[in-house]
């Protein structure tokens, strides 16, 4: 019998995280701190199966059964029997510390703690639950929209078991994905090549070089990305990636420094995402 999934947070991509396990067949407890957020998500994934079905990723009669799986909770409680527990909130070491420390307290002591963090080391958040629990606690960072990209970087803590990682590389592979093992490092490994490349193409940006929309434009046509980094940044938002860049700027000095035109904009609200303005995007 598929194991039962929990995921805190219900945002982009905690949201996204819970459809992939219940497409895998798994009943998934998706958990965030307000019922309006949960039903706003649920409905949210009601429209990206609409439009897996309309490329022909998804057959119709998979959208009630996977989201019928899936069982939104504003109280952590229902994750006392899940096997696998996904975070997913804001990308902040407090924030996730407070979410762990939690979880520790309700969850079965085999249960898995896996962290979607982008830049935080596996190890530090780890140090967040007990000493019992280190051995289960494993990162597993997706990229977006997590539906439909393949890729996962997963990245084993010091205290890591070779069971744990086992497990959740299995259950990676039941969920169609494709895993890659990464040392526990600030950034890992994607977002240590991306954050680079985006903050040179804001410079081009700066410098008059070339538009927004003509350098996504060469991205996609010239080097074959599906989005070019500034659509990428307006669907993350830059304030994410902002703050992603300041972390990776005290962890590894000069080459992660954001550029002021990243800075600036973020400042002035220019963040993207829903209902604020981005690169290419008007709020609304």
Not at 29 to 49: F, H, P, Q, Y
Not at 148 to 160: G, N, Q
Not at 175 to 199: E, H, P, Q, S
Request: hydrophobic share 45%.
């Amino acid at each position: 019998m598929p194991e039962k999934i929990g995921v805190v947070g219900a945002g982009l991509m905690g949201a996204e995280i819970a459809l992939v396990f219940a497409l895998a067949g798994h009943e998934v407890v998706l958990n965030d701190r307000s019922d309006a957020i949960l039903a706003a998500a649920l409905e949210r994934l009601g429209r990206v199966m609409d439009r897996g079905i309309a490329r022909g990723a998804y057959k119709e009669a998979e959208k009630p059964a996977a989201l019928a799986r899936i069982a939104p909770s504003a109280a952590l409680d229902p994750f006392a029997d899940c096997a696998f527990v996904t975070e997913a909130v804001f990308e902040d070491e407090a924030v996730k510390a407070a979410t762990f420390q939690r979880l520790d307290a309700i969850c079965a002591p085999e249960c898995i703690f896996a962290s979607n963090t982008s830049t935080i080391p596996i190890s530090t958040l780890a140090g967040h639950v007990g000493p019992a629990r280190r051995r289960n606690f494993i990162g597993t960072h997706y990229f977006s929209p997590a539906s439909r990209m393949k890729l996962v970087e997963v990245i084993p803590a010091f205290d890591t078991a070779p069971e744990t990682l086992e497990t959740t590389l299995r259950l990676m592979r039941e969920a169609d994905k494709v895993a890659i093992k990464v040392k526990d490092v600030a950034g890992f490994a994607v977002n240590r090549m991306f954050l680079v490349f985006l903050a040179e193409a804001v410079r081009l940006v700066e410098e008059g070089v070339a538009t927004v929309e003509d350098i996504d434009t060469a991205c996609r046509l010239g080097l074959g990305h599906p989005m070019g980094p500034f659509e990428l940044m307006d669907a993350t938002t830059s304030s994410l990636c902002l703050q992603a860049a300041e972390i990776l700027h005290e962890a590894y000095g000069e080459r992660f420094r954001p550029p002021a035109l990243l800075k600036q904009r973020v400042r002035a609200g220019y963040t993207g995402g829903r209902g604020a303005p981005g690169w290419r995007t008007r709020g609304g």
